[in-house]
């Protein structure tokens, strides 16, 4: 059974076009993140949602919006795809601040 | 800001054999935790081991083991017992707890290679 789960695996798109990845977790968790790794294998913090709401929002473009329609789900929403955002989305949950994240199996995403 | 910092790109052990995997990060927190994930060419993100800041005790997890130094700001893995499936990317990850709302951040990684 799943802890974290993150659809699709794999996405490859054209430049302009709007995608959107989905998470979900089944652990029971409040607080859910969206992490972005790049080409160097870089690891970095995008959004954080505590309870549906949003705490957490790094430097990123509005072309991305998260949502979160119950503490369970995170998607994220990406306008006007860029060559520059080919990377590896990870979606993550934790039973609070504090503990450890879990994370998805991440979504590959390639802009043509 | 917190920053982290692994200096070794790549790290290379015999099977059986012991590796140490380097961390330091820089923070004017008191009371923080550190974190190990392994990250093997399927991509997962797997935990390996956790410590607080408040914690004296290094922590343990079966052949993984930490050595957190905490007036050096060092926190580096010691795998024993290397196995094949030890191979994989390791990240070092600090979070400042309640103060940073679970934000990780991450070293640049280190590539673990295990020889047969």
């Known amino acids: 059974d799943t802890a974290v789960s993150q659809t699709p695996k794999y996405l490859v798109t054209q430049m302009g076009n709007d995608k959107s990845i989905k998470c979900e977790q089944n652990?029971?968790?409040?607080?859910m993140y969206w992490y972005k790794q790049d080409s160097k294998k870089f690891l970095k913090i995008m959004f954080s949602y505590n309870n549906k709401e949003l705490i957490i929002n790094e430097t990123v473009p509005n072309r991305f919006s998260p949502k979160s329609p119950d503490k369970a789900h995170l998607n994220l929403h990406i306008n006007s795809l860029e060559l520059g955002d080919s990377a590896v989305y990870f979606c993550?949950?934790?039973?609070?601040?504090?503990?450890?994240?879990?994370f998805g199996d991440g979504t590959r995403l390639s802009i043509l | 800001a917190q920053t982290v910092t692994q200096s070794q790109p790549e790290m290379s052990v015999q099977e059986a054999e012991t590796v140490t995997l380097s961390c330091t990060y820089d923070t004017s927190e008191s009371d923080y935790y550190l974190f190990w994930y392994k990250q093997p060419p399927s991509r997962q993100m797997i935990l390996v081991i956790r410590?607080?800041?408040?914690?004296?005790q290094n922590a343990t997890e079966n052949r993984f083991s930490v050595n957190f130094q905490k007036a050096a700001k060092s926190f580096s893995l010691k795998i024993s017992d290397s196995q094949l499936g030890d191979a994989a990317m390791y990240f070092c990850?600090?979070?400042?707890?309640?103060?940073?709302?679970?934000?990780?951040?991450f070293g640049q990684g280190t590539i673990l290679t295990v020889h047969p």
């Open positions: 410590q607080e800041a408040y914690k004296q």
């Open positions: 652990l029971g968790h409040d607080t």
């Open positions: 993550a949950s934790s039973q609070g601040p504090t503990q450890p994240q879990h």
């Open positions: 990850a600090y979070n400042a707890g309640g103060t940073s709302y679970g934000k990780l951040t």
